[in-house]
């Protein structure tokens, strides 16, 4: 089921940034540059931080123009933004938990916005911890099927240090440990596997099913107002959405 939710979740966002790569690039442009300035640097080399993020990046379409024309600006003295970590917790319709990830350069007007996204579509805004021990950290990476042999995928996988593989009618999903993922994606990059994304992700222990109309809606636009913030980075939840996708 999580697998099956996971590749749903990924076609919707795909859809998406299809007809918006612009914010998707906006948004991988700013998470590159705190990479180059906190990371220790414009060189992937000696940066496994930016080394991950050109990986999203790729994963996401972003042109290698673009990548290495932010990598290049910010490690100037040209782009003196202040850019700040800061995660929201909270639940939507029907208790889904939901984890916002945000990188901005204004916190109250970030906060202002989450909440009030939350507020609109049914859901609260909750207190730190309120929904992050219903998620792991894991380092997830999606290759999609095509032509590739499942026994073969699965034994680079495992061979690179993965600690679980899935397979799915469409995809195949690695997992890792957080710690681990730099190397295993790394490892898989240099067999020649291409990703549909790569990065280290929030995933739920137990998933949420919503079953009314009325409370699918007010999901779905409350993930959409959060991923269409320029400030937000990530959004991660349990809710179990495969049922409704199946039925498009």
Not at 205 to 226: F, R
Request: hydrophobic share 30%; charged share 30%; net charge negative.
């Amino acid at each position: 089921m999580s697998g099956h939710s996971k590749w749903n979740n990924i076609k919707r966002k795909k859809e998406k940034t299809d007809g918006a790569k612009a914010k998707v690039f906006t948004k991988i442009g700013r998470e590159l540059s705190v990479a180059v300035k906190e990371g220790g640097g414009p060189d992937p080399n000696s940066n496994s931080k930016l080394k991950d993020c050109i990986a999203k990046a790729k994963a996401a379409n972003v042109p290698n123009d673009n990548i290495e024309r932010i990598i290049k600006k910010a490690a100037g003295d040209g782009d003196e933004t202040k850019y700040e970590n800061i995660t929201y917790e909270g639940y939507g319709p029907n208790g889904v938990a939901v984890i916002v990830e945000a990188l901005t350069d204004n916190r109250n007007r970030t906060a202002a916005d989450v909440r009030h996204y939350f507020d609109k579509f049914g859901g609260n805004l909750g207190t730190s911890g309120c929904v992050s021990f219903m998620f792991e950290a894991k380092g997830v990476i999606v290759i999609e099927r095509e032509e590739l042999e499942e026994d073969k995928v699965m034994e680079d996988c495992l061979e690179a240090g993965a600690s679980d593989f899935q397979a799915d009618d469409d995809v195949f999903e690695i997992y890792t440990e957080p710690e681990d993922f730099s190397g295993v994606r790394g490892d898989l990059e240099s067999k020649g596997y291409s990703f549909v994304s790569a990065e280290v992700e929030m995933v739920p222990n137990s998933y949420t099913t919503l079953t009314d109309e009325e409370s699918i809606n007010k999901m779905q636009h409350l993930l959409d107002s959060l991923e269409d913030n320029d400030d937000v980075q990530n959004v991660w939840n349990n809710w179990d959405n495969s049922n409704i996708n199946d039925q498009e």
